[in-house]
């Protein structure tokens, strides 16, 4: 059973940093594709970020402008991502998702973490 937890959501001022993890379990890592996804109130869920299986090449949104890093820790099935300078309008629900090599579409979701930035 694949599961994908999402953790290190909260609350954070205009202008912090938050750091989101999300622990896979249940597949083979490091043969997925990993991205994150978030979702504002009323609004559909937007790509984030992706890092690559094989290479760690890393694709992030261009609206970011460089503020969000993703990164992987493939002996701990885990991928994170940093956010930096923050902005309201960052507030979202952050979801964790797992692509298997050379598959278009995400397979697996994790059940999301909530990121809300204050101004």
């Known amino acids: 059973q694949v599961q994908l937890v999402e953790s290190g959501g909260g609350l954070a001022q205009a202008g912090g940093s938050l750091r989101l993890s999300c622990a896979a379990s249940?597949?083979?890592?490091?043969?997925?594709?990993m991205g994150w996804f978030r979702q504002a109130p009323g609004k559909d869920r937007d790509f984030v970020a992706s890092i690559s299986w094989n290479d760690g090449r890393t694709y992030d949104a261009d609206s970011l402008k460089g503020r969000f890093t993703i990164s992987r820790d493939n002996p701990k099935n885990t991928v994170y991502l940093q956010m930096n300078s923050l902005k309201p309008e960052d507030t979202a629900v952050y979801y964790c998702?797992?692509?298997?090599?050379?598959?278009?579409?995400?397979?697996?979701w994790g059940q999301g973490t909530q990121v809300t930035v204050s101004s």
């Open positions: 249940g597949l083979t890592f490091i043969r997925y594709d």
């Open positions: 998702a797992a692509r298997p090599a050379g598959a278009v579409r995400y397979d697996y």
